[in-house]
């Protein structure tokens, strides 16, 4: 061994003096470790005569590992001088002029140099600088990207940095590129427990080794990212841009936000000379009205022409856009972020918080509705997530609460209305229920009052104009007399709207009943095992399958409305990581026939490699882990044999976004103008109601072998 240190030792020490010491430090260790290992195999031998060899095999494995370390480069004098000498003129540069893109190109060259000169380029040597490097490449090519007018293309850039960040320059590359180890002390207890396996010599560190006070610099960067994302959507279009004369969504919040502030609280939802409702009428619950009402005021505050009544219609000065855009980023992050910051980092089962929390987060379909098509959906979702996180917690009063908020915000949280009253009751009614009836009895009114209070909060303006108003309300909340649904969208009845054709059949009011029918059909087992068993995770995967069969076959229908089936599914990461990212990815490129009419097709790259972050991390091998983890046996038998359906959910998604890439290029015949997007929609409800299906069937199967576990006959052995 130390004739192998003068061996090591040899073609360094005429590089540099300080080769020497280190290289003779190398040797002393190998000559410890081969005593330690020679003793344990004298003390052991006369036990285990098998222990001798493998004994034999720690000492060769770490005096290879060893060699390894040995063979790492480290920085020495004259590289120092390169990099100096090739980073003296970039930094010259700033001096004359001082201008933002000079800093810009003097970071590249000084980033350049430093990878150039100051180490070796080997494999796994230096994994922090050069995914540094590479993410500056990036953004110096921005500039070249706005001129080709292409600015959605950051997108790219900010998710592989993202990734660069997550795999080499957090822990990953803490192991990878590290000073020499001493494997003196370590060898001793891998040697005594007898472990056929080595140490690796690197491996991924989650989050469940990070320090405590890397908190709050977790959460301030998914924050920047989540700011720059936004923010970058304002080079690109919005909903009814340049398209008079309804200019589409983004008009119609300003609108309502013109009425509100200009018009009594009687006339907001009333047919007036001043308030024309096929303009954009307001049709979104009293929530709305008082959100709109106070950002016409502030609006009307800094510019009245952006709310004057009457004249503002249609308005698209770069002023007004950006102060649209900033009344959809502070309510995302405010509430929305802060929903998904809470329930990530105060989950103590959660080991991977930051992963969890980016994938919730930066879910792309909820960002392009928001900022690129521009609505509000956000308020309503962040608002159900804190009713969720209250209700789990049986902290019901204020669950309750926050979720008569989503409600009377966006009426299509009703989505989440039966899981939440199931699981309220189920909670309510305490067992035994006949010894323990009062006490049942007094939570069920404490829920009650609670929603009722809320309720008369918020509709006393309109109850005070009498029942007559508040039906009128109430007509314009729920628009039956619009149809099954509006435009293309990934439900039943139009997915299959070429085979079935309800319209040519019965009337509006049959139709209605018959989707009712359906809905409640499609979302029993799951309230059934709920009422039985009100667990958190029984609520999870009921508020998933119940927004699903609204979705499905509910009576008028939005393309947007896939989001309340989104965000029950990113609740379901730990739980079913492989299913419910298969969803997620689904259900962004469901809206991009959206995304086209808007004029952002370059969504599809954000689409693309959230799609691909989800493959990498939920759909392989470590969703797979973490999912059997968490399970008993006889569920992990049944998800084992799931593991060869990766490879499907990967064709099932790329299917996807080729219907996109066809969409988006293809012209369509001219007697099948809609063929594409009708295409997109079966394609997308096919998989969704699969997914209902087996998300059904799943939940019913747990619970009974939970409550019903198989016999197992143990047969006796044969003599």
Same mark, same amino acid.
Not at 322 to 345: G, K
């Given at each position: 061994?130390?004739? !192998?240190?003068?061996?090591?030792?040899?073609?360094?020490?005429?590089?540099?003096?300080?080769?020497?010491?280190?290289?003779?430090?190398?040797?002393?260790?190998?000559?410890?470790?081969?005593?330690?290992?020679?003793?344990?195999?004298?003390?052991?031998?006369?036990?285990?005569?098998?222990?001798?060899? =493998?004994?034999?095999?720690?000492?060769?494995?770490?005096?290879?590992?060893?060699?390894?370390?040995?063979?790492?480069?480290?920085?020495?004098?004259?590289?120092?001088?390169?990099?100096?000498?090739?980073?003296?003129?970039?930094?010259?540069?700033?001096?004359?002029?001082?201008?933002?893109?000079?800093?810009?190109?003097?970071?590249?060259?000084?980033?350049?140099?430093?990878?150039?000169?100051?180490?070796?380029?080997?494999?796994?040597?230096?994994?922090?600088?050069?995914?540094?490097?590479?993410?500056?490449?990036?953004?110096?090519?921005?500039?070249?990207? %706005?001129?080709?007018?292409?600015?959605?293309?950051?997108?790219?850039?900010?998710?592989?940095?993202?990734? $660069?960040?997550?795999?080499?320059?957090?822990?990953?590359?803490?192991?990878?590129?590290?000073?020499?180890?001493?494997?003196?002390?370590?060898?001793?207890?891998?040697?005594?427990?007898?472990?056929?396996?080595?140490?690796?010599?690197?491996?991924?560190?989650? &989050?469940?080794?990070?320090?405590?006070?890397?908190?709050?610099?977790? +959460?301030?960067?998914?924050?920047?990212?989540?700011?720059?994302?936004?923010?970058?959507?304002?080079?690109?279009g919005h909903s009814g841009y340049r398209k008079p004369p309804m200019h589409?969504?983004?008009?119609?919040?300003?609108?309502?936000?013109?009425?509100?502030?200009?018009?009594?609280?009687?006339?907001?939802?009333?047919?007036?000379?001043?308030?024309?409702?096929?303009?954009?009428?307001? &049709?979104?619950?009293?929530?709305?009205?008082?959100?709109?009402?106070?950002?016409?005021?502030?609006?009307?505050?800094?510019?009245?022409?952006?709310?004057?009544?009457?004249?503002?219609?249609?308005?698209?000065?770069?002023?007004?856009?950006?102060?649209?855009?900033?009344?959809?980023?502070?309510?995302?992050?405010?509430?929305?972020?802060?929903?998904?910051?809470?329930?990530?980092?105060?989950?103590?089962?959660? =080991?991977?918080?930051?992963?969890?929390? !980016?994938?919730?987060?930066?879910?792309?379909?909820?960002?392009?509705?928001?900022?690129?098509?521009?609505?509000?959906?956000?308020?309503?979702?962040?608002?159900?997530?804190?009713?969720? +996180?209250?209700?789990?917690? &049986?902290?019901?009063?204020?669950?309750? +609460?926050?979720?008569?908020?989503?409600?009377?915000?966006?009426?299509?949280?009703?989505?989440?209305?039966?899981?939440?009253?199931?699981?309220i009751l189920a909670r309510s009614l305490k067992k035994p229920l006949v010894?323990?009836?009062?006490?049942?009895?007094?939570?069920?009114?404490?829920?009650?009052?609670?929603?009722?209070?809320?309720?008369?909060?918020?509709?006393?303006?309109?109850?005070?104009?009498?029942?007559?108003?508040?039906?009128?309300?109430?007509?314009?909340?729920?628009?039956?007399?619009?149809?099954?649904?509006?435009?293309?969208?990934?439900?039943?009845?139009?997915?299959?709207?070429?085979?079935?054709?309800?319209?040519?059949?019965?009337?509006?009011?049959?139709?209605?009943?018959?989707?009712?029918?359906?809905?409640?059909?499609?979302?029993?087992?799951?309230?059934?095992?709920?009422?039985?068993?009100?667990?958190?995770?029984?609520?999870?995967?009921?508020?998933? !399958?119940?927004?699903?069969?609204?979705?499905?076959?509910?009576?008028?229908?939005?393309?947007k409305s896939i989001l309340l089936a989104a965000i029950p599914a990113l609740?379901?990461?730990? &739980? %079913?990581?492989?299913?419910?990212?298969?969803?997620?990815?689904?259900?962004?490129?469901?809206?991009?026939?959206?995304?086209?009419?808007?004029?952002?097709?370059?969504?599809?790259?954000?689409?693309?490699?959230?799609?691909?972050? $989800?493959?990498?991390?939920?759909?392989?091998?470590?969703?797979?882990?973490?999912?059997? =983890?968490?399970?008993?046996?006889?569920?992990?038998?049944?998800?084992?044999?799931?593991?060869?359906?990766?490879?499907?959910?990967?064709?099932?998604?790329?299917?996807?976004?080729?219907?996109?890439?066809?969409?988006?290029?293809?012209?369509?015949? !001219?007697?099948?103008?809609?063929?594409?997007?009708?295409?997109?929609?079966?394609?997308?409800?096919?998989?969704?109601?699969?997914?209902?299906?087996?998300?059904?069937?799943?939940?019913?199967?747990?619970?009974?072998?939970?409550?019903?576990?198989?016999?197992?006959?143990?047969?006796?052995?044969?003599?």
């Amino acid at each position: 061994m130390v004739a !192998a240190g003068s061996h090591f030792q040899v073609p360094h020490v005429s590089q540099h003096p300080q080769a020497a010491v280190q290289q003779e430090n190398y040797a002393q260790r190998h000559t410890q470790m081969v005593a330690a290992g020679s003793q344990v195999q004298v003390t052991r031998v006369g036990q285990n005569p098998q222990m001798a060899v =493998e004994q034999q095999n720690y000492a060769q494995r770490y005096t290879q590992m060893a060699a390894d370390d040995a063979s790492v480069p480290h920085m020495a004098p004259r590289h120092t001088l390169c990099v100096l000498a090739a980073s003296a003129r970039p930094l010259m540069v700033l001096f004359l002029p001082p201008l933002p893109r000079n800093l810009r190109d003097s970071l590249l060259a000084v980033a350049l140099s430093f990878f150039l000169f100051g180490y070796q380029v080997q494999e796994k040597s230096i994994p922090f600088q050069t995914t540094w490097f590479l993410s500056l490449t990036n953004t110096s090519m921005y500039s070249l990207c %706005l001129k080709d007018g292409n600015p959605l293309l950051v997108f790219l850039f900010v998710v592989h940095a993202l990734n $660069c960040h997550m795999f080499y320059q957090r822990g990953y590359r803490m192991c990878m590129q590290r000073k020499p180890p001493d494997r003196t002390a370590a060898f001793q207890p891998y040697a005594q427990k007898l472990d056929t396996k080595p140490p690796q010599k690197s491996s991924i560190r989650w &989050d469940a080794n990070r320090p405590k006070e890397s908190i709050l610099g977790e +959460i301030l960067l998914l924050v920047s990212i989540l700011l720059f994302v936004q923010f970058a959507l304002t080079s690109g279009g919005h909903s009814g841009y340049r398209k008079p004369p309804m200019h589409g969504d983004f008009e119609a919040q300003r609108h309502w936000m013109e009425i509100t502030w200009n018009l009594p609280v009687s006339q907001w939802y009333v047919q007036t000379p001043d308030n024309d409702l096929q303009y954009w009428g307001l &049709d979104y619950p009293p929530l709305t009205a008082y959100h709109s009402y106070l950002m016409g005021a502030i609006a009307h505050r800094i510019n009245g022409s952006w709310v004057s009544l009457g004249h503002s219609r249609g308005i698209e000065t770069p002023e007004h856009r950006l102060f649209m855009r900033f009344t959809a980023i502070v309510p995302f992050v405010l509430i929305y972020a802060s929903a998904v910051f809470y329930l990530a980092y105060t989950d103590r089962s959660l =080991e991977t918080k930051f992963l969890t929390s !980016a994938t919730l987060l930066l879910y792309p379909g909820l960002i392009a509705m928001d900022n690129a098509h521009f609505q509000y959906n956000s308020i309503s979702l962040g608002l159900f997530l804190w009713a969720y +996180i209250c209700v789990a917690w &049986d902290r019901m009063v204020f669950g309750s +609460i926050f979720f008569v908020l989503g409600v009377n915000y966006k009426q299509m949280e009703l989505y989440h209305s039966l899981p939440i009253f199931v699981y309220i009751l189920a909670r309510s009614l305490k067992k035994p229920l006949v010894l323990r009836a009062t006490e049942s009895l007094l939570c069920l009114l404490k829920a009650a009052v609670t929603v009722s209070i809320t309720f008369a909060i918020l509709w006393a303006p309109f109850l005070l104009q009498g029942a007559d108003h508040v039906l009128l309300v109430l007509r314009r909340i729920f628009p039956f007399y619009r149809g099954m649904f509006e435009d293309k969208v990934a439900n039943f009845w139009c997915g299959f709207s070429f085979a079935i054709k309800l319209n040519g059949y019965f009337d509006a009011e049959t139709q209605i009943r018959i989707s009712i029918l359906f809905v409640l059909i499609a979302s029993a087992p799951s309230l059934v095992v709920l009422f039985l068993r009100p667990s958190p995770k029984n609520l999870r995967f009921s508020l998933l !399958a119940v927004a699903l069969s609204f979705f499905l076959f509910s009576y008028q229908v939005h393309e947007k409305s896939i989001l309340l089936a989104a965000i029950p599914a990113l609740l379901l990461l730990h &739980d %079913l990581p492989f299913q419910a990212t298969w969803l997620l990815s689904l259900t962004n490129t469901s809206l991009y026939s959206l995304c086209l009419k808007d004029g952002n097709p370059l969504l599809v790259f954000l689409f693309a490699v959230y799609a691909l972050n $989800c493959h990498m991390f939920y759909q392989r091998g470590y969703g797979m882990k973490m999912f059997t =983890e968490r399970l008993g046996a006889v569920q992990g038998e049944f998800l084992r044999s799931l593991v060869p359906m990766t490879w499907l959910a990967a064709a099932s998604q790329l299917g996807a976004f080729l219907l996109c890439l066809l969409e988006a290029v293809a012209v369509p015949p !001219a007697h099948l103008p809609h063929l594409f997007p009708l295409l997109s929609a079966f394609y997308h409800c096919c998989h969704f109601i699969a997914l209902l299906l087996f998300l059904n069937y799943f939940l019913v199967y747990t619970e009974w072998t939970r409550r019903f576990p198989p016999v197992v006959v143990r047969r006796k052995k044969q003599e």
